[in-house]
């Protein structure tokens, strides 16, 4: 039987060789040889100043709330439909994760739902680039100016999006990607900070290195985390980097065979790619009509897998989920939440995987 990957790398020999050269001479002189080009490169790539590797986009956001000093009483804005490291580190601080809908066509944190979420004790908004779909930034940092709170993009799944040709990252305070095995650029697992504020870039910095004081050697003033990026992880992911263009432009033509073969049905709706905007659409994925329910999606999805065409459940409805959150009103997320199956992505997919994907699901929804 023939079995279509739900998601993975596309590694060249570029990656093969860097990566063995850092095996081989990323030590003693040469041990931040590769984590400072890599992240000197990426800053390029986004358009900003600074840029912090580090283990995992988790670590990431971890860095980045500790250096805005969320912390028990502060809430951050977060969408109900993401996967739940976009919050665990305001938990993690002790602050309060605030739910807000989604939009129905981009599936993006709803600008209008936040500003209903603002209180006196609100002190970011996290807005997440879902399944590759730039978040609406220009009403994000409108909303966010006029009550002065802070911009945190989690950029995870948006490598290489934009709007009005800009990449995303660039337009928060500072923002967070991931480099884990699924994402179009891969280091294994990985993540990025991102920023055009020194004070901010500082400060997660300092967090990022234990909290060392400037002028002593093994002084630390505070407690820091551990989440760095070795050089072997940094050696792949600027190999990656450095074919960025080409491993996004794949992606973006799995989803559009995915268009041809799936073609203009009426029994779901797929990703869109607004006026403007240009969607990596790292995840192709199909939303079933109000008319389906959530148990006929997950049959779908284990008869789809059964057939080779591994998938995965839309997000999950967060504050749904986990029992210490109190559920929130969220009807669009929740919907959905409950219709959504991620089609198959990997990276090295070709067109007959996804012309047989696309087949096999058409003809399982005809008989569901």
Same mark, same amino acid.
């Given at each position: 039987m023939k079995t279509i990957a739900s998601a993975g790398p596309w590694i060249t020999q570029l990656e093969i060789d860097y990566v063995t050269?850092?095996?081989?001479?990323?030590?003693? !002189?040469?041990?931040?040889?590769?984590?400072? &080009?890599?992240?000197?490169?990426?800053?390029?790539?986004?358009?900003? @100043?600074?840029?912090?590797?580090? /283990?995992?986009?988790?670590?990431?956001?971890?860095?980045?709330?500790?250096?805005?000093?969320? &912390?028990?009483?502060?809430?951050?804005?977060?969408?109900e439909a993401t996967w739940i490291a *976009?919050? $665990?580190?305001?938990?993690?601080?002790?602050? *309060? #994760?605030?739910?807000?809908?989604?939009?129905?066509?981009?599936?993006?944190?709803? #600008?209008?739902?936040?500003?209903? &979420?603002i209180t006196s004790r609100t002190k970011a908004i996290i807005p997440v680039h879902n399944y590759g779909h730039p978040a609406d930034m220009k009403r994000i940092r409108e909303i966010a100016n006029k009550y002065d709170i802070y911009v945190v993009e989690d950029a995870a799944p948006g490598l290489g999006s934009k709007i009005d040709g800009a990449v995303v990252g660039s337009f928060g305070d500072v923002a967070a990607f991931s480099f884990q095995g699924a994402k179009p650029l891969v280091t294994g697992e990985g993540g990025m900070i991102v920023t055009d504020n020194e004070d901010i870039y500082? +400060?997660?910095?300092?967090?990022?290195?234990?909290?060392?004081?400037?002028? @002593?050697?093994?002084?630390? *003033?505070?407690?820091?985390?551990?989440?760095?990026? $070795?050089?072997?992880?940094?050696?792949?992911?600027?190999?990656?980097?450095?074919?960025?263009?080409? =491993?996004?432009?794949?992606? +973006?033509? =799995?989803?559009?065979?995915?268009?041809?073969?799936?073609?203009? $049905?009426d &029994?779901?709706?797929?990703?869109?790619? %607004?006026?403007?905007?240009?969607? !990596?659409?790292?995840? #192709?994925?199909?939303?079933? !009509?109000?008319?389906?329910?959530?148990?006929?999606?997950?049959?779908?999805? %284990?008869?789809?897998?059964?057939?080779?065409?591994? !998938? %995965? #459940?839309?997000? +999950?409805?967060? /504050? @749904?989920?986990?029992?210490k959150f109190t559920p929130t009103n969220t009807p669009i997320a929740d919907g959905i939440c409950a219709r959504g199956i991620n089609l198959p992505c990997a990276s090295k997919l070709e067109r007959d995987d996804i012309e047989y994907a696309a087949e096999t699901t058409l003809k399982l929804l005809d008989n569901l």
């Open positions: 050269d850092a095996c081989t001479n990323g030590w003693y !002189n040469n041990w931040s040889g590769y984590i400072d &080009k890599f992240e000197e490169s990426f800053a390029s790539w986004i358009g900003v @100043k600074y840029a912090i590797s580090t /283990s995992s986009c988790t670590g990431a956001l971890h860095i980045i709330m500790a250096a805005l000093d969320i &912390k028990e009483g502060d809430e951050v804005i977060v969408p *976009t919050l $665990s580190a305001i938990v993690y601080l002790g602050g *309060t #994760p605030v739910f807000v809908d989604i939009e129905k066509d981009t599936w993006c944190i709803s #600008p209008e739902d936040i500003e209903r &979420k500082k +400060r997660c910095y300092y967090f990022w290195d234990h909290c060392r004081g400037e002028d @002593k050697v093994l002084w630390n *003033t505070d407690i820091g985390f551990k989440y760095k990026m $070795s050089a072997i992880q940094a050696a792949l992911g600027l190999g990656q980097l450095e074919r960025v263009d080409e =491993i996004i432009e794949k992606r +973006r033509q =799995i989803y559009f065979w995915y268009k041809e073969f799936l073609g203009q $049905s &029994k779901f709706l797929m990703n869109i790619e %607004r006026d403007g905007y240009y969607n !990596n659409f790292y995840v #192709p994925t199909i939303v079933l !009509n109000d008319d389906y329910s959530e148990s006929q999606r997950d049959h779908l999805s %284990r008869k789809m897998s059964d057939a080779g065409v591994l !998938n %995965r #459940p839309f997000w +999950r409805a967060i /504050s @749904k989920m986990v029992p």
